[in-house]
């Protein structure tokens, strides 16, 4: 089982970036493959970026070309780069894990972090 905590949200303005960080336990980190996820209020949560163990990366369309999803293995960490933030990417962004891509495509999880408040507001 791998522990995750998200940090690195806050309030930007938009056109503005963050960098979300992600910080798994456990020696299997490397085997999982991650994803991030957010939540706007009132709607479902829904995958925006995932990263596979061999470091494929997809994204959902309306991140393509701004958003960054990396890992590192050796620091247990994925981490997020958003850049060109709209007012429509404001949510509560969690990240999680599973053994296939299939996993996270899915996104049935039975447990979740706290996540981590992004604000796109001027």
């Known amino acids: 089982q791998v522990q995750l905590v998200e940090s690195g949200g806050g309030l930007v303005q938009p056109g503005g970036s963050l960098r979300l960080s992600c910080a798994a336990s456990g020696s299997i980190f490397r085997l999982y493959c991650m994803g991030w996820y957010r939540q706007a209020q009132g709607k479902q949560r829904d995958l925006v970026a995932a990263?596979?163990?061999?470091?494929?990366?997809n994204y959902a369309d309306s991140v393509k070309g701004r958003f960054t999803n990396s890992r590192d293995n050796a620091k247990n960490t994925v981490d997020l780069q958003m850049n060109s933030l709209k007012p429509e990417d404001t949510a509560v962004y969690y990240c999680?894990?599973?053994?296939?891509?299939?996993?996270?495509?899915?996104?049935?999880?039975?447990?979740w972090g706290q996540g981590t408040q992004v604000t796109v507001s001027s």
């Open positions: 990263i596979s163990t061999a470091y494929t990366t």
């Open positions: 999680n894990g599973g053994p296939t891509m299939a996993t996270i495509m899915r996104g049935d999880f039975s447990s």
